[in-house]
């Protein structure tokens, strides 16, 4: 006898159904409550199905509600479901997967996928067989339901699909999918591509077997009428550049004419899929060869797809011009990340090692969600990075008519066009830019707002030429107006000339110092301006200003006008409020910037971030603590360190900081551990006093955590063992053995992070000047890859501790440096002004190892210099 539900039962539910579509949060609350007890019954979870599958009496949305409260349950509770609860769901899903309600079929495919990936594939093996049997059938109910219920498999559980513990279900169900890409109803065909679609990026074995047949149904519905198909052709199509060009490429040319077609499709779901195109193919070796044909037609679509659309204005409230006074929604502001304290070298040639990360094509955050214009704007930037120059003839007679557009959105466009460029094309752009940035200049204080939002950002990408020309001619107007705006009355205004103020003091730096007083008067009156969460971009300026700056910063004038607002916030909020974090990142900046023009304000700083450090540590274990607050606690402590140097000494006196940073430097977190190495570092070199007392229990947590796995853990480790060294001296001969083993081999690792290499050579380098005799036997191991290691680094007092430490272990073993002289040759030959001590030391061993060999020998040995370093050689120390 089947189950069958009890009449009061039944009401009771529905009853509860009915509530829980209430917008009264009171009435929420106690049916949450009241779910929570039916929970203990078990076949609760019967009348659940049963007034989803069968209880026809009732509108659709009830009846999925009732669905959705299930897949809760299952997703919950499933394992302590009594067994016949668990088969009368199952079979109760299989009866109904073609029930005439879309609601109700989607509500049942997303109850059976949340059964499959709960591990129920190997207990239900009727599933697959029964899904197949109904995509058979001739009632497109029964066929649509259980594609449905397959397409949300095939997203959720692609892997256990592909399991041989099931046999390897895709064998099967690949074929059976592709033979539905023909098949007469639109949706069935959007579903079977969008099943096959799953497997392209794994490579699956069982698709690939069969990857002609489906690109050659993929081109057979190029043109379907259905924009969900369509979408769907052009998904596959992006997958397919990345993971099988070489099926692509006997077609490519016709695959570039589709997507150059689609990427203008009336449908923007489709243009968006299409524009991906450009962005994948863009990263491939092949790129320039294949698009260069079609370059001249590609160039105008991304460009006409950089205009906003109608929507996109509405939605960006377009037409208001200023809203500075309207507070902002809690939900508008995006979550922040605290990007950890890490330790790393100045090089010689310095360039960025991660390039441009902020692409600002997400710069309107009410629409974060990607759309065409922002992926126009992508797709032509990584285009203009693959052929440079080669676009300017095609885009320069474009610029000049959409610039000077008398309709607004048409010139935005031109200047969003402008800064995508503005990376691959720079040396193009060169001979324009005398004209293009007073013009752009000029539009700062054009009359609509996206106008000026959008000049701000590609100024910004324009900022590294503008910071190298006279100042008078463009920095100085483009910093005025800049500044300007950071004051407008729009808050998409304010935000975007923030955020372009702090790339301009990044490339100007100390250029900025002349006008300190005039960038803080306007930074210092926005404080009063802005709402939230603008205020939050405003710290990031004032702390990028502060590392600009430096020392600069600290004028009785500047610290009188900057602190003040800064403590008044720091004091207004809790502990808890996530506002800290960019606030305490901005201090720890301006700390290490004013060094002692901190000190009137260093004593409540630092109390409360040792207080939200043991706050985060006494955080009981039911309730994981958010450790973030004790991330950025301990970096603003480093700031304080490294600004305060010795006068931090009272502080960490008279606090539990070091008894903290031992658990810290324990946690599981590896930020945790990265921000707590960096802390031990700055406070060996501020007070290495209150340190000493520790090391024996500091330096085997240490040891354990030259772990190149956990590369920015291991890069402060390595560094603060140096810091270590330097104060131990002789004493730090017992731990030599424990950490210089992982060293030597971090060093020797083929693809280590450069900054890594530096800081580990550094490091070796400091062990040997106090510890010569221990680790002069091991030169030979390191010895090489520890000079070209350091080469390209500039001089500085890191770099000179650890040569002076080799030149010791050289002379204590001038055997194990032999083999690879020619190295500790061309290391030498990169100092610029090596102090005279030092200068000497390279002499001795210089001349030391020439009068060994002899004179031709030497001689032989020199002929294998390149020729800049022979007479660098031969210029500084006469050999």
């Not at 077609?251 to 923007?268: A, C, G, K, V």
């Not at 602190?563 to 809790?574: G, H, T, V």
């Not at 304080?640 to 008279?654: H, M, P, W």
């Not at 210089?846 to 004179?855: A, M, P």
Request: a negative charge.
């Amino acid at each position: 006898m089947a189950w069958q539900p009890e009449e009061s039962g039944l009401r009771q539910i529905l009853q509860l159904l009915k509530e829980s579509q209430s917008p009264d949060t009171a009435t929420q609350r106690a049916v949450q409550q009241k779910l929570e007890e039916l929970n203990r019954y078990p076949d609760f979870n019967n009348y659940l199905i049963f007034v989803l599958t069968t209880l026809k009496t009732e509108d659709d949305p009830t009846r999925s509600l009732s669905g959705l409260i299930l897949k809760n349950n299952v997703r919950a509770h499933f394992e302590k479901f009594p067994t016949e609860v668990t088969s009368f769901i199952k079979q109760e899903c299989l009866n109904s997967i073609g029930d005439p309600s879309p609601l109700i079929r989607a509500t049942i495919g997303i109850l059976v996928t949340t059964v499959v990936a709960k591990g129920e594939l190997r207990n239900w093996p009727e599933l697959l067989p029964t899904l197949c049997q109904c995509l058979d059938s001739e009632d497109y109910n029964i066929c649509e339901g259980a594609f449905g219920a397959l397409q949300k498999i095939c997203e959720d559980s692609a892997e256990c699909l592909d399991n041989d513990v099931v046999n390897r279900p895709l064998n099967i169900l690949i074929p059976k999918f592709l033979q539905f890409f023909r098949h007469q109803s639109p949706k069935i065909r959007s579903h079977a591509i969008a099943c096959v679609n799953q497997f392209i990026i794994s490579r699956t074995q069982a698709l690939m077997i069969h990857i002609d047949t489906f690109i050659e149904n993929l081109f057979f519905l190029a043109t379907d009428e259905d924009t969900d198909v369509r979408k769907n052709v052009c998904r596959a199509l992006v997958m397919l550049v990345e993971v099988r060009m070489d099926r692509l490429m006997p077609h490519i040319n016709n695959i570039i004419e589709y997507m150059l077609l689609r990427t203008q499709d009336n449908d923007d779901g489709v243009a968006l899929e299409a524009c991906e195109f450009w962005l994948s193919l863009a990263e491939q070796a092949i790129c320039k060869e294949v698009l260069s044909p079609h370059i001249e037609r590609l160039i105008p679509i991304l460009v006409k797809g950089m205009k906003y659309s109608e929507i996109d204005i509405i939605l960006l409230k377009g037409d208001v011009e200023e809203d500075e006074m309207i507070p902002d929604k809690e939900s508008d502001i995006k979550p922040r990340f605290h990007k950890s304290k890490t330790h790393s070298q100045k090089r010689q040639e310095d360039a960025d090692e991660d390039g441009e990360s902020e692409e600002g094509y997400d710069d309107d955050d009410s629409l974060s969600d990607w759309n065409l214009r922002k992926c126009s704007a992508a797709a032509l930037d990584v285009l203009a990075n693959v052929f440079h120059e080669g676009v300017l003839p095609i885009l320069l007679p474009i610029l000049k008519e959409t610039l000077f557009h008398e309709e607004w959105e048409i010139k935005e466009s031109g200047i969003l066009v402008l800064g995508a460029i503005a990376e691959g094309c720079m040396a193009g752009m060169m001979p324009h830019l005398p004209e293009l940035i007073p013009y752009l200049i000029g539009c700062l204080s054009d009359k609509k707002a996206l106008v000026r939002s959008i000049t701000c950002w590609t100024l910004s990408r324009y900022a590294h030429w503008v910071v190298g020309q006279p100042h008078e001619q463009y920095l100085k107007p483009l910093m005025t107006e800049l500044l300007k705006r950071v004051l407008d009355g729009n808050k998409r205004v304010q935000e975007a000339a923030c955020s372009a103020f702090a790339t301009l003091e990044e490339e100007a730096c100390t250029e900025l110092v002349p006008y300190l007083s005039f960038i803080l008067e306007t930074l210092v009156y926005a404080f009063s301006k802005y709402q939230h969460k603008n205020l939050l971009i405003l710290y990031d300026a004032i702390g990028t200003l502060a590392d600009s700056v430096g020392h600069h910063l600290n004028k009785e004038e500047y610290v009188k006008m900057l602190m003040p607002p800064l403590i008044n916030k720091w004091n207004m909020l809790k502990d808890e409020d996530k506002d800290l974090f960019p606030l305490l990142e901005c201090l720890s900046s301006v700390a290490t910037a004013l060094q002692s023009g901190f000190l009137p304000y260093c004593e409540p700083v630092y109390r409360r971030c040792v207080s939200l450090v043991e706050q985060t540590l006494n955080q009981n274990y039911y309730d994981p603590p958010d450790k973030d607050f004790m991330i950025v606690a301990l970096d603003l402590l480093s700031g304080l360190a490294e600004g305060l140097e010795g006068n931090i000494e009272a502080l960490v006196a008279n606090s539990a900081i070091l008894k903290l940073l031992f658990q810290c430097m324990q946690d599981m977190m590896p930020e945790v551990r990265q921000s707590s190495f960096a802390l031990l570092g700055d406070l060996t070199k501020a007070c290495f006093q209150h340190v000493k007392a520790c090391i024996g229990d500091f330096m085997p947590i240490l040891g354990a955590n030259l772990n190149p796995e956990f590369i920015s853990v291991c890069n402060n480790a390595t560094w603060a063992i140096g810091e270590i060294s330097l104060k131990m001296g002789a004493e730090m001969e017992p731990y030599v053995k424990l950490v210089i083993t992982p060293l030597i081999d971090i060093i020797n690792r083929p693809n280590t992070p450069k900054t890594l290499l530096e800081n580990t050579a550094i490091t070796i380098g400091r062990i040997g000047l106090v510890c010569a005799q221990e680790v002069a036997p091991l030169l030979q191991q390191f010895i090489r890859q520890w000079c070209t290691s350091l080469r390209n680094i500039r001089d500085n007092e890191e770099k000179d501790s650890a040569f002076r430490g080799v030149c010791l272990m050289i002379s204590a073993n001038p055997g194990g440096v032999v083999q690879d002289f020619i190295f500790f040759c061309d290391a030498v030959a990169s100092w610029v002004h090596p102090k005279q001590d030092l200068k000497e030391m390279f002499y001795k061993i210089l001349h030391g190892f020439k009068n060994q060999v002899g004179d031709e020998n030497w001689e032989k040995f020199s002929d294998q210099f390149p020729q800049p370093l022979r007479e660098r050689l031969a210029v500084n120390y006469g050999v």
